[in-house]
């Protein structure tokens, strides 16, 4: 089992910056594929960023967050953290850490087998 928590999220005004993070517990983390999401009102839940807690991989999937997010760990602390910079008020979402061992680079919802409770970030114009 593994238990994530998350934190970090909260109200900023467009151009600011938030840094997520994701308390892990439970187990040893390094076959883990780390991921951080995000879910807007009425849209589906969609990978933003995911690392491979073994090396520090990274992937990004969403053209719109290159170059503003970084995602990255801290193995002493067990957290991996989502930098987010430059945010937009698109960005405005409930984000959601969750864990995998099912591989690298996952995009899916369903191949994630650990979520946290989820952090809302809320971007002001």
């Known amino acids: 089992q593994v238990q994530l928590v998350e934190s970090g999220g909260g109200l900023v005004q467009a151009g600011g910056s938030l840094r997520l993070s994701c308390a892990a517990s439970?187990?040893?983390?390094?076959?883990?594929?780390m991921g951080w999401f995000r879910q807007a009102p009425g849209k589906d839940r969609t990978l933003v960023a995911g690392l491979r807690w073994s090396d520090g991989s990274t992937y990004y999937t969403a053209d719109s967050v290159k170059g503003r997010f970084t995602i990255s760990r801290d193995n002493a602390k067990n957290t991996v953290y989502l930098q987010m910079n430059s945010l937009k008020t698109e960005d405005t979402a409930v984000y959601y850490c969750a864990a995998s061992s099912k591989g690298y680079a996952l995009t899916f919802v369903s191949q994630y087998d650990y979520w946290g409770q989820g952090t809302q970030v809320t971007v002001s114009s």
């Open positions: 439970g187990r040893t983390f390094g076959s883990l594929f």
